[in-house]
């Protein structure tokens, strides 16, 4: 059966860097997009960076551009995020998530097709 299972995360400190990874089992991943979304409080699910190929360059959302790091390995079966110097506005729960790779257009939250069970990221003083 194909999951996705996430480790990493918790609370963090302002400035500080932030590690998540995804271990994708049970499926033919190379042939899924893959992403990080997260969602605040109040707030609607969002992406954060998205890898659609291996030989494309990642994709970044203006809030984690130039603080982010999105990272694949389809051998290996593991999708990774960092995102450093951290603000409070990137306190959110995190999921990653696989969708059938179409094209970049349909990487999003109405696409995917698994989840991970969801990670929650506090940033703090």
């Known amino acids: 059966q194909a999951q996705l299972v996430q480790s990493g995360g918790g609370l963090v400190q302002v400035g500080g860097t932030m590690n998540l990874s995804c271990v994708a089992s049970?499926?033919?991943?190379?042939?899924?997009?893959m992403a990080w979304f997260r969602q605040a409080p109040g707030k609607d699910r969002e992406i954060v960076a998205s890898?659609?190929?291996?030989?494309?360059?990642?994709y970044y959302d203006e809030s984690v551009k130039g603080r982010c790091t999105i990272s694949r390995d389809n051998a290996a079966g593991t999708l990774d995020l960092q995102i450093t110097n951290l603000k409070h506005e990137d306190t959110a729960v995190y999921y990653c998530?696989?969708?059938?790779?179409?094209?970049?257009?349909?990487?999003?939250?109405?696409?995917?097709?698994?989840w991970g069970q969801g990670t929650q990221v506090t940033v703090s003083e």
């Open positions: 890898v659609v190929r291996i030989q494309s360059p990642p």
């Open positions: 998530a696989a969708g059938w790779d179409y094209g970049r257009q349909y990487v999003s939250a109405q696409f995917a097709s698994y």
């Open positions: 049970g499926g033919g991943w190379s042939s899924y997009w």
